[in-house]
């Protein structure tokens, strides 16, 4: 079971998914899984579901439906896909998109590892702190949590103003991809900890124990060992910040420019300002399409990647 | 639950005479050794030398110290003080990467991510030893456990007895001269701990490594080592063979916890017996074992085990010399090749004997019957002073 | 053991840098000057005076307020349906009925807000506080559905057993056993959600009325729009009635976890 849980599912959603329950199971506590086991009952269980099942179609499914028909309703058609992969603004905006996502990934990764892996082994105490200082950031407004970059970030900001008193340089920091990046491995960070937390739990430590009686240094069984263990949370972690980078809109629109816009800010920029929603839905199904096809890629990378979790562990 | 081990015979898969191996074990030296984890005190100022190539069993209940001073010796927990020495050479300050040991956990810790192969491998390229020659040093050492055919499995791939072999399997394939082995049948079920029992004392003859395991299992303890370290609150109970350990326990813990034993309680009498709180006065033993100061009297307790004690009907009369007491059938355990049957002898004591079940007529509850046993099968311990705590 | 404080000392860094640049707003929040600046030598109140005083605040935080207690009641009625009907079905249909709930969360929430937002022209819901309503409520059901999820996998069925053999019907079971039993995680639920709602500003941007906007998107307007510092004031207030309902909503389910 726990094998099972660790293998990567083919649907590339449901990795995203499992990264997101995992964040919840932190905020609610641990052992929460929503597979929980069978229980032969009968009810009205298609009548209870029935309801929910139907409003998410209908808020969340058929939008999604509108959102295509609407990007080809247009005169050009379906060729309003090659049309915006064709223009200079779209390709850099979708370049500047998956760049940015991919760095605030990185950075996420690179903070989140440390933490999420302190979080295994810290006393229950520090753990409970830690615990606490990822999941409130986490529930805490996106817009409130940008405001303050901003007033720390800004050309008169608390940094700013700090360097001058100190006689050095002021650093450009906002209205850039630098602060569009802060500002955004800030917000996505506890959706970078709180999965490579629930991976790492489930990593039985005294492997590396062993690996260090067969002669490994504590670094060598790190790396040989624990590491591997670790890459289906790092996995989850990274696909989850990625695509929450990808469409991320609050924070680009606080901190960054409209001429280093990102695909969010473009499509925004399409409805609420020129009125061409046919445009904007395109966007969004670029955004989308792009997004699919890069899971798809990692889901194959890793799954040929050595040192991948068992095939058919249960 | 000592009833139900006791079903098993206690074979010891040892041959008589052991080969002599090329690679040899290293001697093993503990002085001193202390470790405590906040207030509590987990080993006690252990002594302990086993010898090169000696199967030397740590047994104990759970939180007695075996597992604690196991990792020291692995190098995985440091000692508060003591040392540790292998051949002479202090190693307590060595990481457990450079003790060269092979080790076996408790539940196998087999790498998930890696092959059977890969995993036995391990400790080759930790050595750095050539794939070709890695290849063949680890199918040699699959073909040992019997899983040659397997070698392309994941871990989870594998029945848990399996895995064991595989366990087993990767800490020897680099022939480490010191093997420690940490409840390694703990979560396998009886059959395959049998089986695996002589696997793990074949291999201990092959390898010929200073094998230090740690079990709670008294008859793994009896079948597989040539010595066994009793341990309690973090000292050594006792130490002796498993011959000697079953035979002539020093305490009554140890009696009671290797085997099912009568612990008869009493003073002793200046003729060398023990007299029992009803004035039925018993003769154990060798009185001149030398055991201490016997000549003052004082309380003291004979162990006298199941098996040696013979139920008899109380018209037949005992043979000289041999002790006697009689006394009512309380219980009748029903145990397949053996039988245990309960007595009460008067003033609460209970008296529990063990026959083989092949003698045809059962014991009826309620019966009244003699038990008797030989001089030479009850053991002294504690005998004049309470020497618990003297031992180690 | 060095590596070991070092590590403690790298995470207790990571983790105030995850916290203490939000509380810059608090000082903004204080400072005197029509800045969105951190004075320390004086301070005053008069953003949040402003705050109090402004219709225009205080009507964005009644819209947000209604919009959040309707939104999380939908949601929770929603939800917990869901969690007892999710409870019954296992196997390969329960994955996909998992991950379908799910889907609002990972989604780009941009993409959400145009689309509902078009798909809501078509309705006549856009710029309505019904629909702003609906759209909240269903992409919190993954919020609602977890905790109760958490809560019923904790409770023993064999109290409904105990309560049908003493003469409770299905109704009277649910309300006077059940319910109690996984309560916390309901309530926890429905905690996430009025959060969730109260606190969401890229759907609400597209769906909210022009007239009546969330509190949410009027901060975001005065952030874009102006440099007004009562937005300081308002995020100090949203910031501290949230920490408190975030932090009451972990203690009930974990209160959850612990009695069932």
């Not at chain 3, 860094?13 to 509380?23: E, F, K, Q, S």
Request: positive net charge.
């Amino acid at each position: 079971m726990v094998g099972g849980e660790r293998r990567l599912s083919g649907q590339h959603v449901a990795v995203a998914v499992r990264g997101m329950t995992d964040v919840l199971d932190a905020t609610v506590g641990s052992g929460s899984r929503w597979l929980t086991p069978l229980r032969g009952r009968h009810g009205p269980t298609g009548l209870l579901l029935a309801a929910p099942l139907v409003l998410l179609l209908l808020v969340v499914g058929y939008p999604m439906w509108v959102l295509l028909q609407q990007s080809v309703s247009g005169p050009l058609g379906w060729n309003i896909f090659l049309e915006l992969l064709a223009s200079d603004v779209t390709r850099a905006v979708l370049l500047r998109t998956l760049l940015t996502a991919a760095l605030v990934t990185f950075v996420c990764l690179v903070l989140g590892y440390p933490y999420a892996y302190l979080l295994t082994v810290a006393s229950p105490l520090l753990r409970a702190v830690l615990i606490v200082l990822v999941v409130l950031p986490f529930w805490t407004s996106f817009t409130i949590r940008t405001l303050a970059w901003v007033v720390l970030l800004q050309d008169q900001g608390m940094i700013n103003n700090t360097l001058s008193t100190l006689g050095l340089p002021s650093l450009s920091l906002i209205r850039n991809v630098t602060g569009v990046v802060i500002g955004m491995a800030h917000v996505m960070l506890p959706f970078a900890v709180l999965p490579l937390y629930a991976a790492m739990r489930r990593i039985d430590r005294r492997l590396v124990d062993a690996a260090v009686a067969c002669g490994a240094s504590r670094r060598a069984a790190w790396r040989q060992v624990y590491l591997p263990l670790s890459l289906p949370g790092i996995v989850a972690a990274s696909v989850l910040v990625f695509i929450l980078s990808l469409g991320f809109f609050i924070t680009p629109q606080l901190l960054g420019s409209p001429r280093n816009a990102l695909l969010s800010q473009l499509i925004y920029m399409n409805v609420t300002q020129v009125g061409d929603n046919t445009t904007a839905s395109a966007l969004g199904v670029l955004l989308v399409a792009v997004t699919l096809l890069l899971l798809v890629a990692l889901t194959v990378i890793v799954r040929i990647l050595p040192g991948r979790t068992p095939k058919g562990a249960r | 639950m000592a009833d139900q081990t006791s079903l098993k015979s206690r074979t010891r898969w040892r041959t008589a005479t052991r080969p002599q191996t090329s690679h040899g074990g290293v001697e093993l030296r503990l002085t001193g050794l202390t470790r405590s984890f906040g207030s509590a005190i987990a080993v006690d100022n252990v002594d302990l030398t086993v010898k090169p190539g000696e199967f030397m069993t740590l047994l104990g209940p759970s939180g007695s110290g075996k597992t604690t001073t196991l990792n020291m010796i692995a190098g995985f927990l440091a000692p508060d003080s003591g040392r540790i020495m292998f051949d002479g050479r202090d190693v307590s300050s060595l990481p457990a990467n450079r003790r060269n040991i092979g080790m076996v956990f408790q539940n196998y810790a087999l790498f998930p991510t890696m092959s059977v192969r890969d995993n036995v491998g391990y400790p080759l390229r930790q050595r750095r030893v050539k794939a070709s020659q890695r290849r063949s040093q680890v199918d040699a050492a699959l073909e040992m456990v019997e899983l040659g055919h397997l070698w392309d499995r994941r871990p989870a791939e594998l029945s848990g007895g399996q895995q064991q072999r595989v366990a087993l399997a990767r800490a020897i394939v680099h022939r480490p001269p010191l093997l420690l082995m940490d409840e390694p049948l703990g979560a396998l079920d009886r059959r395959l701990r049998d089986s695996l029992q002589s696997e793990i004392a074949a291999i201990h003859r092959h390898v010929g490594s200073t094998v230090i395991y740690v079990t709670h299992d008294q008859d793994e303890a009896l079948c597989l080592s040539d010595r066994i370290a009793v341990f309690r609150d973090g000292r050594i109970e006792q130490l002796s063979s498993p011959s000697d350990m079953y035979e002539q326990p020093e305490t009554s813990f140890v009696a009671s916890f290797l085997g099912d034993s009568n612990i008869l309680v009493g003073t002793f009498t200046r003729d060398g017996n023990l007299r029992l709180p009803d004035g039925t006065e018993v003769r154990c033993g060798p009185a001149d074992a030398g055991r201490g100061d016997a000549a003052v009297a004082g309380p003291a307790t004979v162990v006298v085990r199941p098996e040696r004690m013979r139920l008899t009907e109380l018209e037949a009369t005992p043979r000289s010399g041999t002790n006697c007491l009689v006394g009512v059938v309380i219980e009748e355990r029903y145990l397949g090749a053996t039988r245990m049957v309960a007595l009460d002898v008067g003033g609460d004591r209970r008296i529990v004997v063990r026959e083989n079940s092949g003698a045809g007529q059962t014991r009826p509850i309620g019966s009244r019957l003699r038990v008797c046993w030989e001089p030479a099968d009850g053991v002294w311990i504690d005998r004049g002073a309470d020497r618990h705590g003297e031992s180690s | 053991m060095t590596d070991r404080a070092f590590l403690k000392l790298t995470g207790l860094l990571i983790g105030l840098w995850l916290v203490l640049p939000t509380l810059v707003i608090v000082p903004v929040s204080l400072n005197p000057r029509r800045s969105l600046a951190v004075s320390w030598s004086d301070w005053s109140l008069q953003w949040f005076q402003r705050f109090f005083d402004d219709p225009r605040w205080l009507d964005a935080l009644t819209t947000s307020v209604v919009v959040a207690v309707q939104a999380s009641v939908l949601a929770t009625v929603l939800g917990t349906m869901a969690a007892f009907a999710l409870e019954r079905v296992t196997g390969k249909f329960r994955r996909v009925l998992d991950a379908s709930i799910a889907t609002p969360i990972v989604i780009p929430v941009i993409l959400l807000g145009i689309g509902i937002y078009f798909a809501f022209l078509r309705w006549g819901l856009a710029g309505t506080t019904q629909g702003l309503v609906l759209a909240h409520a269903v992409t919190a059901l993954p919020l609602v559905v977890h905790p109760v999820s958490a809560a019923l996998s904790r409770y023993d069925r064999s109290l409904d057993r105990a309560a049908s053999s003493l003469g409770a019907g299905a109704v009277a079971r649910f309300y006077q056993v059940t319910l109690p039993m996984i309560a916390p995680g309901v309530l926890a639920g429905a905690l996430f959600a009025f959060i969730w709602s109260f606190d969401e500003v890229v759907m609400a941007i597209f769906l909210s009325s022009p007239r009546q906007p969330t509190l949410p998107v009027l901060m975001f307007n005065s952030v874009t729009q102006s440099v007004d510092p009562t937005v300081a004031a308002a995020s100090v207030l949203v910031l501290a009635s949230s920490t408190v309902v975030v932090l009451l909503a972990m203690a009930l389910s974990r209160k959850g976890a612990r009695s069932g």
